[in-house]
Structures are given as structure tokens and as C-alpha cells.
């Protein structure tokens, strides 16, 4: 049952660029807002912002051996992403495997579980999306699997998955449809920036979206 | 049910800056310890402090429609905020919504509910105090209400109420009682200034409050 | 059954200067993995380190004048940490008590409650890891202790008890044994050296710790 | 600004019988779904449903003294419900307060806090829906308030309002409306039963309520 | 987007069966411990024990028109799930809901999320595993999808997923598994059954599993 | 540092005895307010009520190996109680586990953690009283300890002392105190018992207790 899956696909690099240029927020809603990671996911510092291909680790509560394991199935420009299989919040990972992965080329981490060693990291510029802060110690004692889908903070993602991460915090686009996303989401940028414009103006989104008459409509009472 | 009252009376303006100045714990303390909302609304970016008055939201767990009707009720100095009807963290704010409230003068938001697009209301300086960071899509189909009394993270508002926050937290001031709630701020904060001076000195807080005598009729015991 | 124990033992400063350097998860790893305090326990503001010998307090929820009393008992160097006889996350410690704290020298606080005036907290250079920023205030009604051994955050503090603190978390070290975990992390800093270089070359931590046999011999499939 | 309200107003008794039979979820509905206390409002055992005069209690954290003040000023078929003025599990109510307040004719309490001694609460058959069971003891040190305004749980509850419980929660209902939302309530109890029967017999609710138009002018597709 | 599958494949009843006799927390085990939905998920009354194939449902928060809908895609023995699109407790289903899935052959539901109407979906004998009871009303307006797979507290679910559910969960299994994990999981009730045997009558784990040379080799210390 | 202690002192089978018949909420009152585990430590099944010695157990998260090694510890008439080194809801413990602890004269099981099988614990009246009811199974990989001091739920126990638990929750009573809180506790319930006649018969706490002219003096108005 312990696999550890060496071939992924991943989306094109280009695509992968675009995602991380529109961000969480708008991708998120270009695909129709599915994907989301669960709010608890929190940056360790302010300001990342990348999208990557995920490598993804479904490991068992408090050992990370696996995590030793994936790095050697990363491809430069891929991000860690760790599933534990029951609720953790035990720092699975920290400046030494920042620095193993790191070296590999590895973009940072979304992990459903702790981190530590969180001043190492920043320094680094190792960006960990994570749901705790917490020194706890892990042994290395049970397998897990690499490369297979897991649940991840409430989403579903298979290895090779997209994951957008910035402040709002963490989405998942699936492969196949990281191009078609990319390309609803720069849509959306171009969109909002007139309505940018013309709310910053002064105009109120009432009359720019047309809502008087079906508020309404609704019943909507002014008194 | 669902109404928009367009006319609520606000504080003055004076008695809503001198409320700033004093900040949030000496304002709760200068009221008899109450108006707090909850512990777990947190600024999303440290260093805001303000006080305003607020336009108050209803609105469905998920739907934000609310928003845009409230945005033109805000005036100069104003402050939204918006309770859902049920818990929810999603996102019903972002970077469009703030530039069209700052357009009219909003000073903020005050959120029971989730934010996105924060490194943009960040830039913008617009703060926000809410329950969660989260980058969850809302829908605009069902009617809330703008300007009605609401319990917002456990505190009871009323439109005009003066809203007091900072990285402490948020706090609430009764319209009618602001004048005599910054009376009394003021008072604490130039009584704090000679205990303080005093404290830094090595004086200790059981001799300047006089506490021995109470300690020891109560029965501690110094072994 | 209210007491203040007056004379303590601490461990000697150079030990407790010793672990500092370290930090938490190094020392939590060389004293066996014990010893942290839960996660929820966070710092005010970034970037504190230190090590400190523990001033406990055991309070009653909501009432904070045992501070005032646990306050006399500090030498310089020592750090106040705090333990409600329940659950709380009022705010127990502002600006004039760290000034008094602080005139002490004591180094920070620790506490599984809430603190406030973090504004000036964060000014006075004065750090706190604590449960909740929550401007609540308390009473000075009821009876406590000082020095006393705590449960805090679900680790077991001794007065005299070493507590380290960082970015990572809280920890605390048994007094009689702060000189063997001193020697213990120092040495693990030192072999940690070495693997970070390696690793930052790229060479494998499933190679530099001989893992691939083990994960064979357990099951593991590469597919 | 501690206070006891010795005269307060109650809905008629036969109003309140009206809205006990309704049950929570049917009054939260006639009533424009509002009122409701927070989800973790549980009763100790199942099956008690009742509906009764709130007399509220606003009380420090870890302090019981004001029950004893409110059981006074309790009418046969009163409510005791109670607040705390920052959020705690204490443990503030057990079978000595439940055997005065039974002699009183209360009819059960609602606490935003803990209640022990459950096993006797329960033989005595006296209902508390609270946020938990805890043992935990309180003190008599500080003073609270009686029959004023409190938010509990969420909700915005007046003296003299009704409350609504039973194992689905509990729900407030403002005073001046019970007899409407009765009137309200019991025209939903008879509308449903018509349709329980067609339900019941096998017909959909999307035939019922004729939604399938709408639902494909929305855009839904059958695949 | 919004789309109702009307056809889905579902596992040999005869299987469903065989693995609701084997309970949740065997046939866990016997699919090598995975597909458990979260710990939070409790049912509204004990005792309560199934398998079904699960007809999915993806809704908004606080909207429950997807439910009308999916009744009509029910088959005897199915079972409803429910999962939010962002995280809500509110009240989505109850007793109307319960009479005409119950009049279509549905086992009980699966929400992660709220149910109410508890005394009658009692006495009703239609179980529910929820995330909360809560009695908060939802509105019908925004689309939703049935029978595609979804992410339901944690696990990965997809229409025709045989659900177990007992006292002590909710898990999933695949369809395609379903008679390899119902063999597997029989096979783990008839050892027990010897096990158990001697371990009634005084003989150790540590001797029926072998487990001394082990734990001596691990290093355990007898003091 | 994994060790299993083998001889601990036990109290007096009597003096534990009679602390069962106090309960818990008595008893936590009778020690000054101490020892009380969270609240969040509630009972498989209600109406369970005991006190016993403890055998404790410290385990890495999700490894239940020590219970095996523990089980072998137990003399007639202890309680096993379990503390995981971090935060974990697994399941630790099921129908075998218990099949074997009740065959050495176990009383029941105290566990920060999760267990499983609670059809057929209840069945076997072997009361738990645990953070979560979760499937989840683990591992037996990692070595911990058995009869150590741990922090279980927020309390610290050592082995041998005396856990109390019943509907309330849980207590730990220091093993050297046994006596004495015994002594204490029922003397409280011999109190009790005059004030429950009174106040059964209408009189009111308030004077009973002679409260009014504290409440006076403190400043209670009525009005």
C-alpha cells in the first residue's frame, strides 16, 4: 500500500507562471471557487506568493520519513505538499529539510500539520503555507506514500496539481485545467481593472452592476 | 425584513477622535469592561488604529450582496461592518470592495466573516478586522439588511455606534455614551502616566495600589 | 492553599544563556521531546529569543492580581509565566505591568491567556508568547499562588524551571536537568552542521542517513 | 453599573405555552430565522422541550454570585440565563442552585458557560442547555447585573423575552412579538402537515414547490 | 458548472450489506486505515448502524435547494452526503426533508454540516451523522451539484462510495473496492474472534502478538 | 528514556471508595479547586461513575503499542490513563483492548485521545472517557512509557494517584491527599445536605449564605 510514484505530469511551466501572477483569490474564482485549501492554512511570513506543481506526501501522524522520500522525486520549480493521515499538528518539517529541498529546487511547502525552525525559513525564503507553528519532534518509523491523490486541509490533489498559494492562502487547480483557468483568470484581471477604476471614482457597484431593480424586485426596503 | 435605513444619527467627530487617541483596552476598561468583540477578530496587518462610526450589515452566511448596498450608505469616516447570519468565514470582501468603500470615505472593516486580497488592502492601507483570511467566493441572491442592530462576534451594535479598534481588538461605544466614555479614557490615560513613570522606577504595583494589607486579610501566605 | 514561595532555585545563567542560543526545537529535541507548550501559544511580535528561569503564577480566571504579587518575587533575568485555574483568554498583563516587570528585569512573559496593549508591548521591546491578544480586563478579587509547580498549556512548569522561547514556540527544561540538555543541543547544533552543508549540496537525506535499505525492508514500492 | 431589575415585563403565559409547542426550529423559522443561540448550546439530556421568561444574568468569568441574586427575582415559569462577560467553561451552576431555583418554579437555565452535577439535574428532571459540563468551581468576589440586556451565545436576549428550547437548540423570541410569532409559528405547523403527507406518499419536493423551472433557468443541467 | 448526474453505478447489495455488518471501524482497518471522515461527524441518536451507496451533494453554504433535487436521484438503500462548499453548520435538513427521502427509500445522511429537527428524525428512525445540530433555516437560491465527487470532512467521496456508518464514524469505500475490503474486513472479524477469546481469559497482548523481544530491542526499560 | 515503572503505590482500596461516592464535582471542590482534567473529556455512555488508581501511559501520537505494555501493569481496580506526547484524536483503544484490561480487573480507560468500538464498551460496561470517539487506528511502532508522570488533559497525574470521573468529567486526586480530600468531601456532602433541605423548602441562598449586606457593600443596586 506504500508507493511511492516516480513518473508525474505536471502542467506546462508557462502556465504555472500565470497562475502565480493572478493569485489565489482570482484563480479561485476562475475556476468556478472550488479548490480552496481550508482557511487555517497561514503563511509563515507575509508576502509569497508562487504557484507550483505538487509533489504530495500522505504520511502518518508525527513521522515524517517520507518527507525524505519526496525530496528525491522533485523537479526544480515543484512545491512539497503533506497530508497527514489523521489530524497533526506536529512540525513535521524544518531548516534542514527547507535546506535538502531547497537544493532540489523545490519552490515550499503546504502542509496540513506543523512546521519549524520558522526564522530559518524566512531567512531562507522558504515559504511554508501551514496549520501550526509547533517544535514537535517526528520520528521515522511508518511508511507513507509519495505521488498519490490525498486530502489535503479539505481539498483534493493529485500529484502534479497546481497549488497557487499567497497572504489569502492555498488553492488547487487540477492539471488538465490549469491552462483553461490561467486563461479565465487573466480575463478576470482585465475585467476588474475598468471596475477598479470606475469604483475608485466614485461609482458606486449598485449602479455598475445593474443590482437597484432586482434588490427590489427581492424586497429590499428603503427607510 | 430586509431594509436599508438611510438615516442614522453618528457621534461627533471630535468625541470619535478623542475615543482613537485612547485606543481599545483603556476605551473597554473607560465603559465598565464591556463591548469587546471577540478575541479572534484580528487586524490583517499590524499597526491601524482607529474609531469611526458604524454602518452595520446583516447578511447571509455567503452572499455579499449586502455589501454594495451598504457602501452607499457610508459617509465620511465611516466604518462597515458586517455580521453573517450564521458562522461563516468566507471571503465577502476584497481589493474592489475596499477601493469603492475608501472612495467614500470608509475608514475600514469590521467583519465577523473572512477577507481576501489582503497584500491589496494592505497596500491601500485599509484595514481590516476579521475572523478569518480566506479567499472563499460569495454569491449575491439573498437580501440582508443594512443599518439594523446586530450582534457582531459577540458584541451588540447598533448603527452610529462608535467603533473602537486597534491590534488589541475591536470594541464597541454606545452612540449616547461616547462623550462620557472619552471623559473617562482621558482621565485613565493621565492617571496611567504617574503610575507608569513610578512602575518604571521599581516601585512596586503592591505598594502604589496599597494591596498588602488585603492580600494578607484574605490569608496568602508568604513561605 | 494560597501561597508565595519567596526563595527559588534557579539554574545557573550561563546554562540558561546556553540553551537561548539554541532555541526551542534543538532543545526540545535534546531533552527527549518533551517539554513544549501547546502551539496556540504565539508570540506578540516576531524575531524574540530567550531563555529565562520561571516566576510562576497560578490565577483564577479573569483576576490578575497575583501578577501584582508575583512581580516582587523577580530577579533580573527571570521570566513570569502564568496559568489560569481554567480556561481564559482575558487580558491579564498591559503596558503598566511589563513597565513594572520590566524595571524588574524581567525578560517577557509567558502566558495561557491573554495579554494586551500590544502596541506598547511591542515598543518596550518587552515579549510575550500567550494564547489570545484580547483587551479584557480582569479583577483583583481572588487569591492565587506564586511559585508553585503549574500545568501551562499542557506542560508541567516548576518555579525555577527553565523556559525557552522563540519564533517556534515555548519550552521548558527541568532546572536539574538544564546543564545536560545544554550539552545535549550544543551537540546536536554541531552535527547539524555538517548535514546542512551536505544537504545544501544536494546530496540526499535518504543517502546521508542510510534509509533506503529500511524502507525497503518495511515495503516500500517505487512504481 | 451593577444592577438588578426587579420589575420586568413577561409575555402571557398562554403566548409562551404556544411557542414551547412550536418547537425551536418552527419559531426560528415564523420569525424571519433570527434569534437563534450558537450550535454548541446543548442540553444535558434529550427530550425536555420548553419555552419561558428570560431572567438574565450578566456575570463575571469563574463567578456564581449572581445566580444567587437572580433566583430571587424569579416568577413561576421563569427561565435563568446567563451570560458571562468574557468567555468561560466554569462550572457555575450544580443540584444546590438547581434545587433552589426548582423551588422558585424555574423552569431550567440556559448558560453560556459550564453546569456540573448533571446526573442529579437530570433526575430532577431540571433541563440546562449550556456550552459544557464541567466541574470546575466558581467564586462569589465580583458583581454582575440582573434583568438587563446580555448577548449569550450569540444572541441579543432582554429580560422578559422568551425562550425557546429543545434538542434542536434554543432560540430567543422578543417579547413584544411572541404573539405574532406564535400566530406565525402554528400557521407553519398546519402548512407542513399538508405536505408531510404528499412526502410521505412519495411526491418530491421539486414537484411541491414547483422548482424545476427555476432550477433550469438557472442553469442547472441533467446529465 | 451546476450539473445532477442521474446515472451512477453503485457496489452489489450484497456487499453493502456484508460491510455494514463488519462496522466502521473494521472495515477502516481492513482498507488499510483510510477513508474515515472526520471525528467531528457524530450521530443525532446511538445505536444506529448502516452501509449505503452514496448519492453526493456539493451545496453553498446555508442553501439547501440541492437537496430537493438529489432526493429525486435516490434508490432504496441509498444515502444521502452532503458537503458545503465552504465551511457552515447550518440546519440544511429535517424532518420534511426526512419524510421524503425516507419515502424514496433513503437510509439516513451524511452532512457536514447542520441538521435539525432531531426529536423527529428520532422517532422517525432516520439516522444522521452531522457536523452539528443546529436549527438555523437556509434558502433555496444558488445551484449546487449531485452525484459528483466531493471532499466531505476530510474524505474523498464519489456517488456510489459505499458509506458505513456506526457509533463510532463515518467511513468510505470505494465501489470498486468494496467486495476486496468486505472479504478482508470479515477475515479481521473471524481473528478476532480468537483473540478475543484469550484475551478474556488473562493472556497478554504482549504474548499473543510477540511482542517482548521487540520492545526490549526498541530499548523499553522494566524499572 | 522509554521506562515502565513496574511497583507504584496505590491509596487505600477504602479511601478510593469513598471519593467514588463523592463524585467529582465534590471531590474537585473538596481539594481546593484543583485537578480537574478539560472538558472536553466526556464519557462514551452516561451513568458511569468510578474512582480508581492510575496506570499511566505516555505515547507518541497515533501509536498505541504501550497500552499492550501497560495492560500487563494493571492490578484490580486501576484505570488506565493515557496522555500522547502531542495533539491526537486516534483511536487508540477498542473492544479488544478492553476485552483484555477488563480481564486484569480494569475499571475503565482515561485517554487524551480517541478510542473506538463504543457499541461494544458500552455493551461490556467499560466506561471511557475521552477527547474523541474516532475509528482511526494506529500503529505499534514507537516506544513510550508506562507509570511516569504525564499532563493528561491539562491535569498532571502521577501514577497511583486517584482519578475520579463520573457525568461531570474527570479529577485527579494526589495519592498522598487521598485521605484527606476523602475526609473533606464528605463532610461537604453532609453540608449539602442540610442546605438542599432549605433550599428546597424555598429559602434563598441569599440569606442562607447571609449575602445581602456583601452584595450592598460591594455596591449592588436594585432598581
Redesign the interface.
Known amino acids: 500500500?506504500?508507493?511511492?510514484?516516480?513518473n508525474i505530469e505536471r502542467a506546462d511551466q508557462s502556465v504555472i507562471d500565470r497562475l502565480a501572477a493572478c493569485?489565489?483569490?482570482t484563480v479561485?474564482?476562475a475556476q468556478?471557487?472550488?479548490g480552496?485549501l481550508?482557511?487555517y492554512m497561514?503563511p509563515i511570513y507575509?508576502?509569497a506568493?508562487l504557484a507550483a506543481s505538487a509533489v504530495t506526501i500522505s504520511a502518518?501522524?508525527?513521522?515524517n520519513?517520507m518527507l525524505?522520500?519526496a525530496?528525491?522525486q522533485l523537479k526544480a520549480g515543484d512545491i512539497l505538499l503533506l497530508a497527514p493521515?489523521?489530524?497533526?499538528?506536529?512540525?513535521y518539517f524544518?531548516?534542514?529539510?527547507a535546506?535538502?529541498a531547497?537544493?532540489?529546487g523545490c519552490k515550499g511547502l503546504i502542509i496540513d500539520a506543523?512546521v519549524?525552525?520558522?526564522?530559518d525559513l524566512t531567512q531562507m525564503k522558504f515559504p511554508v503555507w501551514s496549520k501550526?507553528?509547533?517544535?514537535?519532534?517526528t520520528?521515522?518509523?511508518?511508511?507513507g506514500s509519495v505521488n498519490i491523490?490525498v486530502?489535503c486541509a479539505?481539498?483534493?490533489v493529485r500529484p502534479g496539481d497546481v497549488i497557487v498559494a499567497?497572504?489569502?492562502?492555498v488553492?488547487v487547480v487540477a492539471r488538465e485545467e490549469a491552462e483553461a483557468v490561467a486563461n479565465k483568470a487573466e480575463a478576470r484581471v482585465a475585467a476588474?481593472e475598468d471596475?477598479?477604476k470606475r469604483?475608485?471614482?466614485?461609482?458606486?457597484?449598485?449602479d455598475i452592476?445593474d443590482?437597484r431593480g432586482k434588490?427590489a424586485e427581492?424586497?429590499?426596503?428603503?427607510?
Not at 524544518?94 to 529539510?97: A, E, K, Q, V
Not at 501550526?132 to 519532534?137: F, K, P, R, T
Open positions: 500500500m506504500a508507493v511511492v510514484v516516480q493569485g489565489v483569490a479561485h474564482e468556478g471557487r472550488k480552496l481550508a482557511s497561514r507575509p508576502g506568493r502518518p501522524p508525527g513521522d520519513w525524505h522520500v525530496i528525491e493521515t489523521s489530524p497533526c499538528e506536529d512540525g524544518g531548516d534542514l529539510l535546506t535538502s531547497q537544493a532540489r506543523g519549524r525552525d520558522v526564522v501550526a507553528v509547533y517544535a514537535q519532534g520520528v521515522k518509523e511508518t511508511l491523490p486530502v479539505g481539498a483534493y499567497d497572504d489569502d492562502g488553492c476588474e471596475k477598479r469604483l475608485a471614482a466614485g461609482e458606486l457597484g449598485l452592476y443590482m434588490l427581492k424586497g429590499l426596503k428603503y427607510i
